[in-house]
């Protein structure tokens, strides 16, 4: 069942003629989507998962919480990337190395540039006070990885259905014209105590 199936049966339905039309659009601009994620067979499935949803899109995988905030906020490798090309979804674990996925969304949610920017949380936890955490952390969706790798395939395709094609994503425009020139080039969360990671 494509990604169109796996949200409803009936190819014909309304529903389903939106959502091709809109894959279709998509196909003239990709989305990027950021996974931050630690486990190689976790980024495998999600890559090929990604592949088969015929989104057009750009992985973009950060293997810590540190990498992934670097990236976002332009600061050691990234350092003069374009930090108004946010990603159109990012998908994080919660369970990462040199910093944990609370901490990225903390931050994330913290700074102007990436406050309003859809974040997934997807992980294995399933405890209550990590779910919990997630949405007072500002968190868009909490969602438990299924363990069977077709079932997780089946999951990534609906959360691009409805996060890439669905989803009416938030005016960046307005956010950007409301901020400093050197707040969109200078990475001043990272440096609020995370840079010396770095």
């Not at 003069?80 to 990225?104: F, I």
């Not at 938030?170 to 080039?185: D, E, F, I």
């Amino acid at each position: 069942m494509d990604l169109f199936g796996a949200l409803h049966k009936s190819s014909e339905c309304q529903h389903c003629q939106r959502l091709r039309q809109r894959a279709a659009h998509s196909q003239m601009t990709a989305k990027t989507i950021l996974l931050i994620e630690d486990n190689s067979s976790d980024i495998v499935l999600t890559r090929r998962a990604l592949e088969r949803s015929h989104v057009a899109h750009e992985l973009v995988v950060a293997q810590d919480g540190q990498e992934a905030l670097a990236y976002l906020l332009g600061s050691g490798e990234h350092a003069g990337r374009d930090l108004t090309a946010l990603p159109d979804v990012t998908l994080l674990d919660l369970h990462l190395p040199r910093m944990s996925g609370l901490d990225v969304l903390r931050t994330i949610r913290a700074d102007p540039r990436t406050r309003r920017m859809p974040v997934i949380m997807l992980t294995s936890s399933n405890e209550e006070h990590d779910v919990a955490a997630s949405y007072d952390l500002g968190v868009n969706s909490y969602i438990q990885k299924p363990i069977d790798s077709g079932r997780f395939a089946e999951a990534i395709g609906q959360l691009v259905a409805y996060w890439l094609l669905l989803n009416e994503p938030p005016p960046r425009s307005q956010v950007m014209r409301t901020l400093p020139p050197a707040l969109l080039t200078s990475p001043t969360v990272l440096r609020l105590g995370l840079s010396s990671g770095m």
